[in-house]
């Protein structure tokens, strides 16, 4: 069987104030036309369809064509809501459009059946895990030990009562440990949110979302396939792309990709003012590409913004990178935000706010707030 994996849609984005709408819209058709190609036997999409909890009409209006596009071609659709969607709100009249073979996954309620599929090789089961917290899982299996992200998945994994005789494929919506994250992405302090590769290993294919930049995880079968475009200078270099999963007989998975064009790209430029204004230096380039411009010049220039758009329209960005500005990149002793705990990082801003250190009452308060708003 052959699917298409996609994640990270993020419908409605806006980036640096200028809305995606119709870069996404010009993906979508992109992707329409790889699927024509392909002819998959399915599509899965591994959450955050939606850059917003509440999101936009316009937004609204662009998936409901996506899947309209897809019902008319007879595919398959498999979807989970990710930490960007709600998960209500995205299952919402998920039984009206089953009939189109359209399947949106529910909240978690502490079960996932799995969907199945037959082909001459046997019987294939699809798993379909929306993005979840300890707290979540928690509540359904309060005598299981569910002390973090890894618990929760690995508890409502077991049980899914994954028969690994047959094959299997889970589309799930997390951080798994090891992967490489982008500006675009929420951090979660003291990776709170890390999920061990090895609770997925009773699936033959895993197709991932939460990641921006396309990447495997341990085994090739472990994939984030990214967004279908770039939505932070951090993934400048990337190639997007469109991944293609191919499934024989159990233990055989292919892996490819194809390239996904944009409508605009997002890139970087760097030089003086003068360089980059000159002719010969912009000609022939996509002038209405978004723009990160890092000027070296040392003097600020006068309403550089302003000038550089006449030439570069969609100008999102302005720097310098000057002898001034890499004087002040340097700050000693830091550390990566990520290895400490969020109760750490909150009592060095106390301390360093009031000039003493959190007593055991108010460290016992934070610890209870941050577990009750994370969902830990």
Same mark, same amino acid.
């Given at each position: 069987m052959?699917?298409?994996?996609? !994640? ?5 984005k ?6 995606m ?19 998959p ?6 959450? &955050? ?10 937004a ?31 299952s ?6 089953e ?9 978690? !309620? ?6 199945t599929l ?10 379909m ?22 618990d ?7 049980h ?9 494929i889970?589309?799930?919506h997390?951080?798994? /440990? ?9 951090i979660v302090?003291?990776?709170?949110d ?24 341990g085994r ?6 990214? #967004? ?8 400048? &270099? ?7 999963v ?11 990709? #194809? ?17 980059l ?7 022939g /380039? ?9 000027l ?26 000057n002898?001034? /500005? ?14 400490? /705990?969020?109760i ?7 301390e ?25």
């Open positions: 052959k699917f298409i994996h996609l !994640s990270d849609l993020h419908l409605g806006r980036v640096n104030e200028y809305s709408i119709e870069d996404q819209r010009f993906i979508l058709t992109k992707i329409i036309n790889v699927i024509d190609e392909e002819e036997d399915g599509i899965l999409i591994a959450g &955050d369809v939606y850059d917003r909890t509440i999101p936009s009409e316009e609204m209006q662009l998936w409901d064509d996506f899947l309209n596009r897809l019902a008319k071609r007879g595919i398959p659709v498999f979807a989970i809501s990710g930490n960007h969607d709600s998960a209500i709100r995205f919402d009249h998920s039984r009206l459009i009939n189109a073979g359209i399947r949106l996954s529910p909240v978690y !309620s502490g079960k996932v059946e799995p969907i037959e082909d001459g090789d046997g019987r294939l089961n699809i798993y895990l929306p993005f979840i917290k300890p707290a979540n899982v928690r509540q359904y299996f309060p005598d299981e030990k569910i002390e973090d992200y890894t929760a998945c690995r508890v409502a994994i077991e899914m009562q994954v028969n690994m005789n047959e094959r299997n889970i589309i799930a997390q951080f798994v /440990t090891g992967a490489t994250r982008c500006e675009s992405e929420e302090v003291g990776g709170l890390n999920v061990s590769g090895e609770v997925f290993d009773c699936f033959d294919y895993v197709a991932l979302g939460h990641i921006h930049g396309k990447q495997r995880i090739p079968e472990v994939r984030y396939c990214g #967004t279908p475009l770039k939505y932070s200078f951090s993934e400048k &270099d990337h190639k997007k792309s469109v991944t293609i191919e499934i024989g007989k159990k233990g055989s998975v292919k892996i490819r990709e #194809t390239e996904l064009i944009p409508l605009h790209d997002l890139r970087e430029i760097r030089g003086n003012y003068e360089q204004t000159l002719k010969k230096n912009y000609e /380039t996509n002038t209405e590409d978004y723009i990160h411009a890092v070296t010049d040392e003097e600020d220039i006068v309403d550089a913004i302003g000038k550089l758009r006449v030439i570069y329209k969609n100008l999102m960005k302005l720097s310098y990178d002898k001034r /500005t890499s004087a002040n990149r340097v700050i000693d002793n830091a550390e990566d935000v990520e290895k400490k /705990t969020p750490e990082l909150f009592e060095e801003f106390y360093k706010q009031n000039n003493q250190a959190m007593s055991d009452e108010q460290k016992a308060f934070s610890v209870e707030l941050i577990e009750k708003i994370w969902g830990v």
